[in-house]
């Protein structure tokens, strides 16, 4: 059944469901998307805390005051302050409960054990108090943001152990065709050098995702049957190449064996139009076209958001940006199309020479561009619509 790329959207959303949530220690949470609201489990600061080195008292007429005490970062005494007394403090340290100031060194003068004030101090200056940042109980981060590195920082100042996020999709690639060749070895002829895994483990990667498991597989139907078999125990399996109708495509014959069922075939889209899409039990698959750029735009436009979907709990969602088009281009086939494009400060220009059957055009671009079936055309000055590529 061919679909247009709307409803090849709306079908993978049907299909698209969230992982489970995994209690992970904070560390190994960057990138995940957190499956629960965190709610501060102590104050920040946890104590009144002195911001600066210097003296701590209690504020009144005074100019000098005998220094009866000290108080450095980690320790906890507290100390009884009369009028004319001071602890020395340095920054981070608690400041006795009885001292309402803290006078930086620099404004003052030693003299023995006395400090004498060189100006009057600000009243209540340098003291942080409890919970300043941070209440006990407030909310420090919502269910569904994304551990990026400086929350992860964040949440280790309150001693978080573990956090409750959305796991990460088990993702299997298999790669298919008898003429690929790794590198290494001069090319033979009629030999092509792999690259679709490669580049998908590394956009994937990219995007904080990791491949667990690559097969390559000749054009075979026994070795395509039985990798597929093996691979579905993933929870999203990628497969690239094989899909379209040649004598030697065994993939949908592979899927349709292995009892994967299918939810669309062909969308009415160019590059890619023999593009597979697919279910058994909580395995999501993908069948992708061989082409590199065919791939590629596979990647970008459907596998990338589902991924995201699946472990954010988010919406499905393409992201596409609008730019004003510098160039002109005709759409007269009926499909979708999706172009490689360079985006710099809203003008979008097409870029040139790009062929389905190599990834030229996607190494030169920053931007995907989107034409809807429905639109035949598009002049300079228009409104177009792109993705952003490498944008992680
Ligand atoms: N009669 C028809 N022929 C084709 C149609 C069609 O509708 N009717 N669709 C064309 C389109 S569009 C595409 S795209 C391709 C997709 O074909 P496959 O998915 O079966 O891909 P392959 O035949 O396996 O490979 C196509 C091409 O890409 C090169 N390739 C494949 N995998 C890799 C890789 N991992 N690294 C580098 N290059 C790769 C492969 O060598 C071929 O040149 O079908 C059209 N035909
Ligand atoms: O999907 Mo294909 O030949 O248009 O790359």
């Known amino acids: 059944m061919m679909v247009s790329v709307s409803s090849a959207f709306s079908l993978i959303a049907q299909h698209a469901q969230n992982l489970q949530a995994v209690k992970l220690p904070l560390k190994q949470s960057l990138g995940h998307y957190l499956a629960e609201d965190i709610l501060a489990p102590i104050s920040l600061p946890s104590f009144r805390q002195s911001a600066m080195d210097g003296y ?106 573990e956090v409750l996020v959305i796991s990460k999709p088990k993702i299997t690639v298999i790669v298919t065709g008898s003429e690929l060749q790794a590198a290494g070895l001069p090319l033979h002829p009629g030999g092509v050098y792999e690259c679709n895994g490669t580049a998908m483990e590394a956009v994937l990667a990219e995007q904080g995702f990791q491949v667990e498991a690559l097969h390559h597989v ?94 954010s709990g988010a919406e499905l969602n393409l992201n596409l940006e609008k730019g004003i088009l510098f160039g002109e281009v005709e759409n007269a086939c009926g499909k979708s199309r999706f172009l490689c494009a360079q985006e710099k400060n809203g003008m979008v220009t097409i870029l040139e020479k790009q062929s389905c059957n190599t990834l030229s055009g996607f190494a030169r671009a920053n931007a995907l561009v989107f034409i809807d079936e429905s639109v035949p055309g598009l002049g300079f000055g228009d409104k177009v619509q792109f993705l952003r590529l490498n944008s992680a």
């Open 56 to 161: 701590a008292i209690q504020m009144g007429s005074a100019q000098s005051y005998e220094v009866v005490g000290e108080s450095k970062a980690g320790d906890f005494w507290n100390f009884d302050l009369g009028e004319n007394a001071a602890v020395r403090i340095l920054t981070g340290a608690r400041v006795p409960d009885m001292a309402d100031t803290v006078v930086v060194q620099e404004n003052t003068r030693m003299d023995g054990s006395k400090i004498h004030l060189k100006r009057m101090p600000r009243p209540f200056g340098n003291i942080r108090s409890i919970g300043e940042q941070v209440m006990k109980g407030d909310l420090v981060a919502k269910k569904g943001s994304k551990v990026n590195a400086t929350l992860l920082g964040f949440l280790a100042s309150f001693g978080l152990e």
């Open 218 to 311: 000749p054009d075979e139907r026994s070795a395509t049957i039985e990798a597929v078999s093996q691979s579905l125990g993933a929870d999203v399996l990628l497969i690239s190449g094989g899909i379209s109708v040649g004598d030697y495509d065994f993939v949908k014959a592979a899927l349709q064996e292995s009892g994967v069922e299918e939810v669309f075939y062909q969308v009415n889209q160019k590059p890619a139009r023999p593009i597979w899409f697919g279910k058994k039990g909580k395995t999501l698959v993908f069948a992708l076209p061989g082409n590199p750029a065919a791939m590629a735009t596979c990647l970008q436009v459907y596998v990338l958001p589902l991924l995201h979907k699946i472990a």
